[in-house]
């Protein structure tokens, strides 16, 4: 039991690094922006940035569809292998913008695969009861992935294509893990086929099914909260430091900042296990999950208030800081009930097949997001301070909050309706094995 659980726990950990590996891939060049265009004379870099933005964003729809629809695993040593090859032409022929345009082309599409096979796999492991904790793992490691690629980016700033070579390196080693790493059984972990041995899932992904699928009122507002809630996360991400950094804050050097920033937002970390096991607690014990979007609804609305009071508190007096630091990490807990929350509850109203082509959509919309962040705040910066505009954010917050409100009426019903379709799909399994057993 104790090798199981072990194994267990490695392979979860190896899909927790994948996630970490994306991030980093993505955020890996932006320190070294400035060296990398005098380094080739071409000032308009942040356009090939853009670009891996772009291509990401396309593929992870054929990924998503790819997972739900193929052996995961196969998936797996593709996307590992097509992004690590252009990852190693970078760090050993820096002196070719060609290389390095195709290259990080080549890295977005492999590495556009890791958010639908995570949402895809994750739920195979996660027990029905014990949801939200495990997708808190998967939410700790978003978060940290990006800020891993800017440190590490930040870390070979005196030779900018060893980090490339580093993740290169790291993508080997995540590559030889995957010998030992364990795909679950598709849909093995829902109630419905507990008591069925010798367990196979036959069902596959369509693209007729694609409309149906995509017709869950409780998908939609997730989504739609998802879009909101990125807004403001998005601004606080980009500025949170230079506002720590400048007179509006408490004018400190901008590493003392980073550290700061890294510290007051680490309630989010501390939250995810916290509001996930939560969740499962109140599914458990009321056998329904419209707890959990009560949960995040609160948790989401509460944050806006502690960052606002926090933002509204902040002056040049230590104990202010003292205040704002205290409420800020407040808010950055309360507001991690939605992640785990939200990967959970796709679980619950989807079908196994599906999850990889929602979970492509579900991080196509948090792109959108901080999309609309980046290109509102650097607007909104022109003509208002940091603090202006951190409060206006918080109104997405809020409307991200009512969007959890309004799926609390069809999860339910929608959640019933996939146990009934599994259900049959149990029956029919079984009367397969004892119309094999009688044939034998």
Not at 10 to 33: A, R
Not at 181 to 196: N, T, V, Y
Not at 364 to 384: A, K, N, P, R
Not at 391 to 398: D, Q
């Given at each position: 039991?104790?090798?199981?659980?072990?194994?267990?726990?490695?392979?979860?950990?190896?899909?927790f690094?994948?996630?970490?590996?994306n991030?980093?891939?993505?955020?890996?060049?932006?320190?070294?922006?400035?060296?990398i265009a005098?380094?080739?004379?071409?000032?308009?870099?942040?356009?090939?940035?853009a670009?891996?933005?772009?291509?990401?964003t396309?593929?992870?729809f054929?990924?998503?569809y790819s997972v739900?629809?193929?052996?995961?695993?196969?998936i797996?040593?593709?996307?590992?292998?097509i992004?690590?090859f252009?990852?190693?032409?970078?760090?050993?022929?820096?002196?070719s913008?060609?290389?390095y345009?195709?290259?990080?082309?080549?890295?977005?599409?492999?590495?556009s695969?890791f958010?639908p096979?995570?949402?895809?796999?994750?739920?195979?492991?996660?027990?029905?009861?014990?949801?939200?904790?495990?997708?808190?793992?998967?939410?700790?490691?978003?978060?940290?992935?990006?800020?891993?690629?800017?440190?590490?980016?930040?870390?070979?700033?005196?030779?900018?294509?060893?980090?490339?070579?580093?993740?290169?390196?790291l993508?080997?080693?995540?590559?030889?893990?995957?010998?030992?790493f364990?795909?679950?059984?598709?849909?093995?972990?829902?109630?419905?086929?507990?008591?069925?041995?010798?367990?196979?899932?036959?069902?596959?992904?369509?693209?007729?099914?694609?409309?149906?699928?995509?017709?869950?009122?409780?998908?939609?507002?997730l989504?739609?909260?998802?879009?909101?809630a990125?807004?403001?996360?998005?601004?606080f991400?980009?500025?949170?430091v230079?506002?720590l950094?400048?007179?509006e804050?408490?004018?400190?050097?901008?590493?003392?900042?980073?550290?700061?920033?890294?510290?007051i937002?680490?309630?989010r970390?501390?939250?995810?296990?916290?509001?996930?096991r939560l969740?499962d607690?109140y599914?458990?014990?009321?056998?329904?999950?419209q707890?959990?979007?009560?949960?995040?609804?609160?948790?989401?609305?509460?944050?806006?208030?502690?960052?606002?009071?926090?933002?509204?508190?902040?002056?040049?007096y230590?104990?202010?800081f003292?205040?704002f630091?205290?409420?800020?990490?407040?808010?950055?807990f309360?507001?991690?009930?939605s992640?785990?929350?939200?990967t959970?509850?796709?679980?619950d109203?989807?079908?196994?097949?599906?999850?990889?082509?929602?979970?492509?959509?579900?991080?196509?919309?948090?792109?959108?997001?901080e999309v609309?962040?980046?290109?509102?705040?650097?607007l909104?910066?022109?003509?208002y301070?940091?603090n202006?505009v951190?409060i206006?954010?918080?109104?997405?917050?809020?409307?991200?909050?009512?969007a959890?409100?309004?799926s609390?009426?069809h999860?339910?019903?929608?959640?019933?309706?996939?146990?009934?379709?599994?259900?049959?799909?149990?029956?029919?399994?079984?009367?397969?094995?004892?119309?094999?057993?009688?044939?034998?």
């Amino acid at each position: 039991m104790n090798i199981i659980r072990r194994t267990h726990f490695l392979s979860l950990f190896y899909l927790f690094s994948l996630i970490l590996l994306n991030g980093i891939g993505t955020t890996l060049p932006i320190p070294n922006l400035t060296q990398i265009a005098e380094h080739y004379n071409f000032p308009l870099i942040g356009l090939v940035e853009a670009m891996f933005v772009v291509i990401s964003t396309l593929f992870l729809f054929i990924w998503g569809y790819s997972v739900d629809k193929l052996e995961r695993k196969r998936i797996l040593w593709l996307a590992n292998g097509i992004w690590i090859f252009p990852a190693m032409s970078i760090f050993l022929f820096p002196a070719s913008l060609l290389i390095y345009i195709f290259g990080r082309m080549g890295m977005a599409v492999g590495l556009s695969a890791f958010s639908p096979i995570a949402y895809s796999i994750l739920a195979d492991y996660a027990k029905y009861e014990n949801r939200g904790l495990t997708s808190s793992g998967l939410n700790i490691a978003w978060v940290g992935s990006s800020a891993a690629g800017i440190l590490v980016g930040g870390f070979f700033s005196y030779k900018w294509n060893l980090s490339f070579g580093f993740i290169g390196i790291l993508g080997i080693i995540i590559l030889c893990w995957q010998f030992f790493f364990q795909d679950p059984k598709r849909g093995r972990q829902e109630p419905a086929f507990d008591g069925i041995t010798e367990y196979h899932y036959p069902w596959r992904i369509e693209i007729k099914q694609l409309p149906a699928a995509l017709k869950s009122r409780t998908i939609l507002w997730l989504l739609i909260q998802g879009v909101f809630a990125l807004i403001p996360g998005t601004i606080f991400t980009l500025w949170l430091v230079s506002f720590l950094s400048s007179s509006e804050g408490i004018n400190v050097e901008i590493q003392v900042a980073s550290v700061i920033a890294i510290i007051i937002a680490s309630g989010r970390a501390v939250g995810y296990p916290f509001f996930g096991r939560l969740g499962d607690y109140y599914v458990k014990k009321h056998n329904e999950s419209q707890v959990r979007s009560k949960i995040a609804s609160i948790g989401m609305a509460g944050q806006s208030f502690f960052f606002l009071f926090a933002f509204l508190s902040i002056d040049s007096y230590l104990a202010s800081f003292i205040i704002f630091s205290l409420l800020f990490w407040i808010g950055s807990f309360i507001g991690a009930a939605s992640g785990p929350n939200r990967t959970s509850l796709l679980f619950d109203v989807s079908l196994p097949e599906h999850r990889g082509s929602l979970g492509a959509l579900f991080s196509l919309t948090d792109q959108f997001g901080e999309v609309i962040g980046i290109v509102l705040s650097t607007l909104l910066l022109q003509s208002y301070g940091f603090n202006e505009v951190f409060i206006m954010a918080l109104v997405f917050y809020l409307i991200a909050a009512l969007a959890w409100a309004l799926s609390i009426p069809h999860i339910n019903s929608e959640k019933l309706k996939i146990q009934n379709i599994l259900d049959h799909r149990a029956d029919l399994i079984s009367s397969m094995k004892i119309e094999e057993n009688s044939n034998g």
